[in-house]
């Protein structure tokens, strides 16, 4: 579960758990604190409160190292339907140059991963991966359908450049053109001679770009240069915000929601295609399951705290009964108050019910809603 209480216990570095190649910049530059994720490092924290950070992002631009954000590349002439296999998403209108948010799913329809998928061209996509291992599900399937697909995890780091500056930002160094890019689109644009495959997308509401770094000695020259010409936008490292992604609703693999949970459960309603002739595994599962209604629920809590340090799931009670637990949770300086994301038991999931819940040995009542909070 996801915690703002950063420990001071260091991670050991080792072979298997990977360093990327902005490692040696990021930790000259304030870095607090690492996560895992993918088996790298993932910057977790910098110099500055959380608040401090949440502000600076929502107001100027970070530089992020999102390199443990990783690739599988699917590509032969079975890729589309190997991809198409592993997603309840339809994809058969999707096109070149464009970026696709795809539940994997597995055949009991269980959520293995939720990626962003790039569709490079008709025989090579990039699924670029929350934190589980899918280019071991998705072998597994090219062999037992014998599909003609060639998977590997390409060596591509990715740096996102996140905030409402980093639209200015990356106009100075790329031309106008980069900003006409629209949302989830992407396209290859030169920095002194070297093509960089770039996407408008990231792992914030606050707007951005994420550059997926194929030439590591162009994306390191990139990297400082985006720090040097961004000092008249107050330029920071950063890294994925707790408060700013919670207070958005972008949800996290292994935090929000796991392979104990299906697309319907988590709101993905809108990437669940069922009305048509796509084969993908847990078809049938989802049918039934929209069909009977789901079970349990995503949803937003709120609770009259002005702190909250959440390493492990804390259970939802009504009327002394379990009916949930939070999931994830943070301060947020918007609402006020703590907020929450909870799975919650059929048929308590409803708008405005009030809930118990135990924080540090108190007691506190919180209140139910729909996600994202307004």
């Not at 924290?45 to 590349?73: C, M, N, P």
């Amino acid at each position: 579960m996801t915690s703002n209480n950063m420990s001071k216990i260091q991670i050991a570095k080792a072979k298997r758990l990977r360093s990327t190649p902005y490692t040696s910049r990021i930790e000259k530059q304030g870095l607090k604190a690492y996560t895992t994720y993918n088996h790298m490092l993932l910057p977790a924290a910098f110099e500055g409160s959380l608040e401090e950070t949440y502000y600076h992002l929502k107001k100027y631009v970070q530089i992020w190292d999102v390199a443990a954000e990783r690739q599988v590349e699917i590509s032969g002439n079975d890729a589309a339907e190997l991809v198409q296999l592993m997603t309840c998403r339809d994809l058969s209108k999707s096109k070149d140059l464009r970026c696709y948010y795809c539940p994997i799913i597995d055949d009991q329809a269980r959520l293995i991963n939720d990626p962003v998928v790039l569709r490079i061209n008709e025989n090579k996509w990039w699924l670029s991966i929350a934190d589980s291992d899918v280019i071991l599900f998705a072998k597994g399937l090219a062999i037992g359908k014998n599909y003609k697909v060639i998977i590997t995890e390409p060596d591509v780091n990715i740096m996102a450049v996140q905030g409402p500056k980093s639209f200015t930002l990356m106009e100075k160094v790329f031309g106008k053109s980069i900003t006409d890019l629209k949302f989830f689109g992407f396209d290859y644009f030169d920095f002194k001679g070297t093509k960089h495959l770039i996407a408008r997308s990231g792992w914030s509401k606050q707007g951005g770009y994420e550059v997926y770094v194929e030439h590591t000695k162009s994306g390191l020259e990139l990297y400082d240069h985006l720090f040097e010409i961004g000092k008249e936008f107050n330029v920071k490292p950063g890294c994925p915000h707790l408060i700013e992604r919670i207070e958005s609703a972008l949800l996290s693999y292994g935090n929000d929601f796991d392979l104990n949970d299906n697309p319907l459960e988590c709101g993905f309603d809108k990437y669940v295609n069922l009305d048509n002739d796509i084969e993908f595994l847990g078809k049938q599962k989802l049918i039934d399951i929209k069909k009977s209604g789901v079970s349990k629920k995503l949803m937003g809590v709120k609770i009259d705290l002005d702190k909250i340090n959440l390493s492990q799931a804390i259970d939802i009670t009504i009327d002394s009964k379990r009916v949930g637990e939070v999931r994830s949770a943070v301060y947020s300086p918007t609402f006020n108050k703590v907020i929450a994301i909870a799975m919650v038991d059929k048929p308590y999931f409803v708008e405005d019910t009030p809930i118990n819940v135990v924080i540090d040995n108190v007691p506190k009542t919180g209140i139910l809603c729909n996600i994202p909070f307004v």
